[in-house]
């Protein structure tokens, strides 16, 4: 099923440490989770290093989304990679599960999967393969 292995891989991520820039099992952020549970999807774009998300424009990020290969995804399913607005100028990627999110959380300090979605969803993508 699509996004079975995203979420699979995210859920192997769990209890690892939230680190900024973090892009291996020895601390992620919500980037590198992402491009972790992308990856095992199939997904083979380049993973961002810089902090895009920073800047708190989501149009911004979005065109960033799309150009490394995501394609917008209306329906929510397992596997999606969410963008959320986590506060004022805040943006966050968190893995779509089947009820709720897997994503690095910064305030708790590791990755977490949640029942709910905290914060307004702003954007959804898979890989264009995973259609």
């Known amino acids: 099923m699509p996004g079975e292995r995203a979420v699979a891989a995210a859920r192997a991520a769990l209890g690892v440490r939230f680190r900024l820039h973090g892009r291996s099992a020895e601390g992620l952020d919500c980037v590198g989770l992402a491009a972790l549970a ?38 929510p399913r397992p596997g999606d990679l969410l963008l959320f607005r986590a506060g ?31 914060w307004p969803v702003i954007g959804r993508w898979r890989p264009a393969t995973g259609d």
Do not use: C
């Open 38 to 75: 992308l990856r095992a999807e199939g997904f083979e774009g380049r993973v961002p290093s810089g902090y895009t998300l920073r800047s708190g424009d989501a149009v911004r990020v979005r065109v960033a989304i799309e150009v490394l290969g995501l394609v917008p995804a209306a329906e």
């Open 88 to 118: 004022p100028g805040q943006l966050h990627f968190a893995i779509q599960a089947e009820a709720g999110i897997i994503h690095a959380d910064a305030r708790l300090r590791r990755v977490v999967e949640r029942p709910e979605l905290p």
